[in-house]
């Protein structure tokens, strides 16, 4: 190959690298990058998706509302019940075995009283920001599945849009996140949640959160959240750790166990 032909290659190569480039920031044709959000471009769909804007406060009993408790089986059972034993030597108080400001996790999180969420569209995924513990919930809705991935608190989620309810699917929740007070998971944990707007009324939504777990539940259970919407204010900032207090007892012992 000559000197002429070699430049002639060079310049087309960084030709096409330039084109792909252009094309791939302009998000016309973009080949997906698991785990990276998707380049500009990629906005006016979001045009499409349901009003969701505002922060949305959970209500109580709320019309809608269901409430169910977890059926426990096998050895988390006998842990619950230890757990509801001792609270009733200590006079209805439970002991902890973690700082104050843990975030309570999935599903539980979902269901915080007095503190707001707000919901976030951005291209491939729906984030979900609590202003309790100020966390962040990542749905993915660029059509990956889940995975092999290290447990969370909130674990990894996936979602998928029917019509205007966003259907989420949740797996991956760290086995030390209770699914309520004194009631534990394991492993298999699997949480799937519906979010829709009500027909009637655009400023209320409902969640149904069904949670499964072969292992450690005798059958799923399913708790409907009402949420009302404001279109005023902002989640405020939440620095748990300001007041997070280690107990003491009479003797002054702590009470964590660790």
Same mark, same amino acid.
């Given at each position: 190959?000559?000197?002429?032909?070699?430049?002639?290659?060079?310049?087309?190569?960084?030709?096409?690298?330039? %084109?792909?480039?252009?094309?791939?920031?302009?998000? @016309?044709?973009?080949?997906? %990058?698991?785990?990276?959000?998707? *380049?500009?471009?990629?906005?006016?769909?979001?045009?499409?998706?349901? @009003? &969701?804007?505002?922060?949305?406060?959970?209500? !109580? *009993?709320?019309?809608?509302?269901?409430?169910?408790?977890?059926?426990?089986?096998?050895?988390?059972?006998?842990?619950?019940?230890?757990?509801?034993?001792?609270?009733?030597?200590?006079?209805?108080?439970?002991?902890?075995?973690?700082?104050? /400001?843990?975030?309570?996790?999935? *599903?539980?999180?979902?269901?915080?009283?007095?503190?707001? %969420?707000?919901?976030? !569209? =951005?291209?491939?995924?729906v984030t979900i920001h609590?202003?309790?513990?100020?966390?962040?919930?990542? %749905?993915?809705?660029?059509?990956?599945?889940?995975?092999?991935?290290?447990?969370?608190?909130?674990?990894?989620?996936?979602?998928? &849009?029917?019509? @205007?309810?966003?259907? $989420?699917? =949740?797996?991956?929740?760290?086995?030390? $996140?209770?699914?309520? *007070?004194?009631?534990?998971?394991?492993?298999?944990?699997?949480?799937?949640?519906?979010?829709?707007?009500?027909?009637?009324?655009?400023?209320?939504?409902?969640?149904?959160?069904?949670?499964? @777990?072969?292992?450690?539940?005798?059958?799923?259970?399913?708790?409907?959240?009402?949420?009302?919407?404001?279109?005023?204010g902002d989640l405020l900032?939440?620095? /748990?750790?300001?007041?997070?207090?280690?107990?003491?007892?009479?003797?002054?012992?702590?009470?964590?166990?660790?």
């Amino acid at each position: 190959m000559n000197a002429r032909s070699t430049v002639r290659k060079t310049i087309s190569s960084a030709l096409a690298l330039f %084109i792909f480039t252009t094309v791939y920031a302009a998000g @016309d044709a973009s080949p997906q %990058i698991p785990g990276a959000a998707l *380049p500009k471009g990629h906005y006016a769909a979001l045009d499409k998706l349901p @009003d &969701w804007g505002g922060i949305w406060t959970i209500t !109580f *009993p709320g019309p809608g509302t269901k409430r169910e408790l977890p059926t426990l089986k096998g050895k988390y059972l006998t842990d619950y019940e230890a757990f509801k034993k001792d609270m009733d030597a200590h006079h209805g108080q439970a002991r902890k075995k973690y700082s104050n /400001c843990m975030p309570p996790g999935m *599903p539980y999180i979902m269901s915080v009283a007095q503190y707001p %969420i707000e919901f976030l !569209f =951005t291209p491939g995924r729906v984030t979900i920001h609590h202003e309790a513990w100020m966390q962040w919930r990542v %749905i993915y809705t660029d059509g990956r599945g889940h995975p092999d991935a290290e447990p969370s608190f909130n674990g990894h989620s996936i979602g998928k &849009w029917e019509g @205007d309810t966003l259907v $989420v699917d =949740t797996v991956g929740i760290k086995t030390t $996140v209770p699914l309520m *007070p004194g009631m534990y998971h394991s492993d298999k944990v699997h949480i799937t949640e519906r979010f829709a707007l009500d027909p009637k009324d655009p400023d209320v939504m409902r969640v149904q959160i069904t949670v499964d @777990d072969p292992e450690a539940l005798a059958k799923p259970y399913t708790n409907t959240l009402t949420f009302t919407r404001s279109r005023e204010g902002d989640l405020l900032e939440f620095i /748990c750790a300001e007041n997070d207090r280690n107990p003491v007892d009479a003797s002054g012992e702590t009470t964590f166990e660790h």
